[in-house]
Structures are given as C-alpha cells and as structure tokens.
C-alpha cells in the first residue's frame, strides 16, 4: 500500500531533550516536506527536499534540522524542543517536485513539549 | 508571494443541505490551486485540483470547485452534504513559477448536523 509514515505518533517530552520525527514513503518520490500545523494558522512549511541530499528552508525553519541521506526517509529533528514547538507535524511527498502534483500526507505526529 | 483566505472558519450545516466553503487567493503568478480534506486523526487527503483548463473542478466524494481567475477565487461546494462530510477543508495554492511551496489556508471546519 502506498503511504508515509510517520513516527511516533504522539509524543510527551521535555524542553531542551533532542527528539528525531521519522517519515518515509513508499511512493520513490523526488519531494518531501514538513509541515505544522496550528490551530488558525492551517499548515505551515518548516522544511522540503526535491531530492537526495537537497533541502531547503520553509517558512517557519527555526529549531528545526532535517536531512536527505535517502529517498524515502526525510527525518524531522528538534535538537533542543522548547514550548512553542508544541503542535501537529506533517510529513508529505510527491511525485511532481511538490509544485503542481498532489502532496500524500502522513498520518501526523502531535508533539507536546513541557 | 502567494497567499490564501479561507473566509469561513466554522460552517455548519444540516444533512442533505447544499454547502459551500470559500477561499480566495492572491498571486502575481499564475497558480495551482487544491482543496484538501482532513479527518479527525488522520493527515490531509486531496479532494480535487486545478492545474489548468474548464474552470470548473470535480473531485471525489460529490465535491466540485470553481476556479475564477477575475475573482482570485476557488470556492468549494457540494449540493447535498453527509454526516461523513463532517471534516477540516483546507485550501492551498502553488505557484506556477520557480519554487516549489504550496501555501495553505487557515481551514474551515466543516460540521454537519443530522
């Protein structure tokens, strides 16, 4: 079945401890991307890669690190959470460099940081 | 830059009762433009898009969109809503130029009443 997935799903953990958000897709797809999520403020971009080893900032970037070792996997990694970066993250894909295609969603994974 | 207004919030609705959700779009490009679904607990699905062509879009589960370049709009509408319609309705745009984001709307919540 065609999908990507995203763990762990939900997550309690503290300010300042490093924590790593997995993704990948079965789909060999080119792009990904990350994705929050906040009550009235809809999905906001934090990261996106068109390929392996090309990544680049979306508009909500700070506190966030990603890499591209692998097509399928775009980890998301907060090297020290803190309070705001509560929120619901999507991971997405898509065939079509994520301009014109449809982007296939994770499940999403709700981070809580105290 | 692009950006995208969703101008509802909350719409409720009784079952069987025709809907329409709005979103308006701003660019200086020409765009793409999308409407996703979100369940509760689950990631965002695509419901329909517009990459160019009849302006008029039809999508999965009864759904259709109008794109009108004059207006900068893409409104959503169904003529006769479910209690499984019951979902956040995200709009988004991408641009059709160098780039590769898709800005998404607020949401509006759709909630439909028996």
């Known amino acids: 079945e065609a999908q990507v997935t995203q763990n762990p799903r939900y997550l309690i953990t503290v300010t300042g401890k490093k924590l790593t958000v997995t993704c990948s897709q079965n789909m060999n797809h080119e792009y990904m991307s990350w994705y929050r999520q906040d009550p009235g403020l809809g999905l906001r971009q934090i990261y996106y890669?068109?390929?392996?080893?090309?990544?680049d900032k979306g508009d909500v970037p700070e506190g966030y690190k990603v890499s591209r070792k692998e097509k399928r996997n775009f980890p998301l990694i907060l090297e020290s959470p803190s309070p705001n970066q509560t929120s619901l993250y999507f991971c997405?894909?898509?065939?079509?460099?994520?301009?014109?295609?449809?982007?296939?969603f994770g499940e999403g994974s709700r981070l809580t940081v105290l | 830059a692009q950006s995208v207004t969703q101008l509802d919030s909350q719409v409720p609705v009784f079952e069987e009762a025709p809907v329409e959700l709005r979103c308006n779009y701003s660019s200086s490009v020409s765009v793409y433009l999308f409407w996703y679904v979100q369940y509760p607990n689950q990631g965002l699905q695509l419901l329909l898009k517009?990459?160019?062509?009849?302006?008029l879009v039809k999508g999965i589960n009864g759904f259709e969109a109008e794109f009108n370049k004059s207006q900068t709009s893409f409104h959503l509408r169904k003529p006769s809503v479910h209690i499984s319609d019951t979902a956040e309705y995200f709009c988004?745009?991408?641009?059709?130029?160098?780039?590769?984001?898709?800005?998404f709307g607020a949401g509006t919540r759709l909630f439909v009443k028996a």
């Open positions: 890669s068109m390929n392996v080893e090309v990544t």
């Open positions: 997405a894909s898509s065939p079509y460099r994520g301009r014109t295609g449809e982007l296939f």
């Open positions: 988004a745009v991408s641009a059709n130029t160098g780039g590769f984001k898709t800005i």
């Open positions: 517009y990459l160019s062509g009849s302006t």
